[in-house]
């Protein structure tokens, strides 16, 4: 089992920044891949990024170039570092861990991108 607690979304102009953590506890050690999903109104839950436990990452198109996944292994937190915001990232984002075929998912964090 894995609890994940995603913070720090927000209200930000466009063109801002913010930085998502999701802190996991529970069989961490057992997690072959962590992720940030997005998901806004009247649309399908999207990939925004993962980082699998090479290190090795992937992000979505609309979001490369500008948004960083990272991860603090002694501090169990996943981060995404958000540049130059733009108003269709606004959406609720999840954090996802998968342990083999389970999946495991927070409660997500609200992120507005707005003037």
């Known amino acids: 089992q894995v609890q994940l607690v995603e913070s720090g979304g927000g209200l930000v102009q466009p063109g801002g920044s913010l930085r998502l953590s999701c802190a996991a506890s529970?069989?961490?050690?057992?997690?072959?891949?962590m992720g940030w999903y997005r998901q806004a109104p009247g649309k399908e839950r999207e990939l925004v990024a993962t980082?699998?436990?090479?290190?090795?990452?992937n992000y979505g198109d609309s979001v490369k170039g500008r948004f960083t996944i990272s991860r603090d292994n002694a501090k169990n937190t996943l981060y995404l570092q958000m540049n130059s915001l733009k108003p269709e990232d606004t959406a609720i984002y999840y954090c996802?861990?998968?342990?083999?075929?389970?999946?495991?998912w927070g409660q997500g964090t609200q992120v507005t991108v707005s003037s």
């Open positions: 529970g069989s961490i050690s057992s997690i072959n891949l």
């Open positions: 980082i699998i436990k090479s290190g090795s990452t």
């Open positions: 996802r861990a998968a342990i083999l075929l389970y999946n495991y």
